[in-house]
């Protein structure tokens, strides 16, 4: 099993960026998929999740109206489109696949900084 991110990256305050975590090695459309965050010294948080059944979004409040999830089953990869992006951004984010099982991916920077 592998959850790959990518498309992090270093970004002005008010930009954007795309990550994109791509699946192999389970059956990506039976699972829900998810995107976390961790900043130094907090915890890690859920910022967006996206079921397997009806795609149902869900998002943290903090990123609501900002961040959009998708998946792409014929791709097995999920996305996250991040716009207007501030300061408090700054995280290395975690795409989870969650269902039968739970898999993490490594992790990508997100750095939103002037």
């Known amino acids: 099993v592998q959850l790959v991110e990518s498309g992090g990256g270093l970004v002005q305050p008010g930009g954007s960026l795309r990550l994109s975590c791509a699946a192999s090695?389970?059956?990506?459309?039976?699972?829900?998929m998810s995107w976390y965050r961790q900043a130094p010294g907090k915890e890690r948080e859920a910022v967006a999740l996206?079921?397997?059944?009806?795609?149902?979004?869900t998002y943290a409040d903090s990123v609501k109206g900002r961040f959009t999830i998708s998946r792409d089953n014929a791709k097995n990869t999920v996305y996250l489109q991040m716009n207007s992006l501030k300061p408090e951004d700054t995280a290395v984010y975690y795409c989870?696949?969650?269902?039968?099982?739970?898999?993490w991916g490594q992790g990508t920077q997100v750095t939103v900084s002037s």
């Open positions: 996206i079921t397997s059944v009806g795609g149902i979004r």
């Open positions: 090695g389970f059956t990506f459309s039976s699972y829900g």
């Open positions: 989870k696949a969650y269902g039968p099982n739970e898999y």
